[in-house]
Structures are given as C-alpha cells and as structure tokens.
C-alpha cells in the first residue's frame, strides 16, 4: 500500500503548482482525502481535505481562495491546485486518505485520523 506524491518544485512567488497524488495497492474511491504540508521543526500542518463523494471540500485559512484540492476517482488519484504561492508556502506537502469520518470540519485538520501517508514533495517558493 503506497501513497505517491509528486509535482513539487522551485518556483517564484506568484507562481503556481499542481501536486498530485496516486495510490497503488489502495482504493481511495472510499476514502477522504488530505493535504499536509510541514517545514523543518515544525508539527505537520492541515492544507485541504475533500470527502470521498468529492462533494465537500475544507481549508485552511492560510490556503482558502488560492489551493484548490480535487480528486479523480476513476484514476485513484488526488490533486492540490496550488495558485499565487509565496514563500511562507515552502515546505514538504504530504497527502494522506483516511476511511472513517466525521462531521466536524476539525476532524480532518489532524493528521492522527488518516491511515496512509504518501512520502512527501518539496515545494520551494522564492522571492
């Protein structure tokens, strides 16, 4: 069971990415879905979340009208839009699927309720 991230890099402020994240050895049909991302010393920290049925998506402040998360269902695959990023978004981005949810938004900022981890994609914004 592996969860791949991919689509990180180097880009300047303003710019934008589009991270995307397969999974094999794993149905994410039934699964909600999660973006994280963490910078050195610092506790992982919630980007997006959107719900198995794709009907429902939630985000951080921090991210809310620049990060659009989605998924494909039909290829096993989830994506993180990334739009006019800048350098407080650098960092390592993990995705993450989860089974059980729950109705409170917060259930999902914690990164303890999700059972597959993909190894992460650097992505560094510069001034």
């Known amino acids: 069971v592996q969860l791949q991230a991919s689509g990180g890099g180097s880009v300047q402020t303003g710019d934008s990415l589009r991270l995307s994240c397969s999974a094999s050895?794993?149905?994410?049909?039934?699964?909600?879905m999660g973006w994280f991302r963490q910078t050195p010393g610092k506790e992982r920290e919630f980007v997006a979340y959107?719900?198995?049925?794709?009907?429902?998506?939630y985000y951080s402040d921090s991210v809310k009208g620049r990060f659009t998360i989605s998924r494909d269902n039909a290829k096993n695959t989830a994506y993180l839009q990334m739009n006019s990023l800048g350098p407080e978004d650098t960092a390592v981005y993990y995705c993450?699927?989860?089974?059980?949810?729950?109705?409170?938004?917060?259930?999902?900022?914690?990164?303890?309720?999700?059972?597959?981890w993909g190894q992460g994609t650097q992505v560094t914004v510069s001034s």
């Open positions: 993450a699927a989860g089974a059980r949810g729950d109705n409170d938004n917060r259930f999902y900022t914690k990164p303890a309720r999700y059972g597959y």
């Open positions: 959107i719900s198995w049925r794709e009907s429902y998506t």
């Open positions: 050895g794993l149905t994410l049909r039934n699964r909600f």
